[in-house]
């Protein structure tokens, strides 16, 4: 027998339309019928748009886009760290706080010189906002596009090292003891990674982090030969990454985020090497989540609802928080076992590997 369970409405702090710059991928409007589909109440939209989104104008852009499709899911815009997401000099954080940016990120870049990073920290943290940052240092990553695995090997593909991911993450963790800011480390990747946040929190350091449903699912060991749509940035990690993930959710330590990335299907059929990073995520989350932390890893469901709208809240601006108090709630039906058919999608986009999985547990849009 079917049970329904509902939830405090759960928030996906981390997703990616590409309105402005490439609406034949996602536009505001399919993005939210995705989100509302999922059983999202809202979600943050990244700024690595075209133009980037580092002014209250284009904030508003995205709002108004919103309004006009009439979604019951609240976009929140998150706003950039550097001006035009370069990285060399900081943007209007005080005019974008003002303006109700819900954090500040440059997602899709790191800012990887470490006085623009203090500077955005310091301001920051002066108005109690919360940075998160893309944690693959360039200089590590190189042209990198794949973890070390089989796969790698046998194709001859550039390895992204987990150093990528640590000397960003020690980085920013020394920028944050000094400034205090909230810091949060987006798409976490590695099982080092994941130590040095929870030594982070031990320490008492304003630190969160998040884990996508693709890292926590699948293994570079896993992935078929030459497929991209197992490309992303941060690359999947190998059996231990994905094991210390679960851990982490199971313990409280890192929180849900799907990184929904749409590209056109030409983007992502040119190998693995050459393709577009990232793949979509907001109609399958709930129950792909459930599936690999409740099913499989035996979390309770109120601690993995938790990870869906508790500590995603906690990282957003007093603004972007309180209009999360219209949010409706998310109700899931758990009981039968459902299929996922990526070609009913509402999002634009296909480049996933979720067609064919299946769960118990569905939400119940």
Excluded at 97 to 123: H, L, Q
Excluded at 217 to 235: Q, V
Excluded at 324 to 348: I, M, N, P, Q, Y
């Amino acid at each position: 027998m079917n049970k329904t369970l509902t939830f405090p409405g759960f928030i996906d702090v981390h997703v990616h339309f590409r309105d402005p710059g490439v609406p034949g991928a996602e536009t505001t409007a399919s993005g939210l019928e995705a989100a509302r589909r999922g059983g999202f109440a809202a979600v943050v939209t990244m700024p690595n748009t075209t133009p980037a989104c580092d002014s209250p104008e284009w904030m508003d852009y995205q709002r108004k886009a919103a309004r006009d499709a009439g979604a019951e899911t609240i976009l929140l815009p998150s706003a950039c760290i550097t001006k035009g997401r370069l990285g060399h000099e900081v943007a209007e954080l005080e005019a974008l706080a003002e303006a109700g940016a819900a954090f500040f990120t440059d997602d899709g870049s790191y800012v990887a010189d470490d006085k623009v990073m203090e500077e955005a920290m310091r301001r920051a943290a002066r108005l109690g906002m919360c940075i998160c940052e893309h944690a693959m240092d360039p200089m590590e990553v190189k042209d990198g596009v794949i973890r070390d695995c089989d796969l790698a090997r046998q194709c001859r593909l550039p390895v992204i090292p987990v150093s990528a991911e640590t000397v960003a993450i020690r980085r920013d963790l020394s920028i944050c003891r000094v400034t205090g800011c909230r810091l949060h480390i987006q798409h976490i990747s590695t099982a080092e990674g994941v130590e040095l946040v929870r030594a982070a929190q031990k320490e008492g350091l304003p630190v969160t982090a998040e884990a996508t449903p693709h890292h926590l699912l699948f293994s570079c060991e896993e992935i078929p030969r030459n497929d991209a749509n197992y490309k992303m940035a941060p690359p999947l990690g190998n059996d231990e990454d994905r094991a210390e993930l679960r851990r982490a959710v199971k313990d409280g330590v890192l929180m849900f985020a799907t990184d929904h990335a749409p590209h056109p299907a030409a983007k992502k059929s040119l190998g693995f090497e050459a393709s577009a990073n990232g793949i979509i995520g907001l109609e399958t989350a709930v129950p792909l989540t459930w599936m690999a932390m409740v099913e499989d890893e035996g979390m309770t469901p109120e601690a993995w609802a938790e990870a869906w709208w508790k500590m995603p809240r906690s990282i957003l601006s007093p603004c972007a928080a309180k209009r999360l108090d219209s949010a409706r709630k998310t109700t899931v039906e758990v009981g039968e076992r459902r299929v996922v058919e990526v070609a009913k999608f509402a999002s634009l986009s296909r480049n996933c590997p979720y067609d064919g999985m299946e769960s118990v547990c569905w939400p119940l849009a």
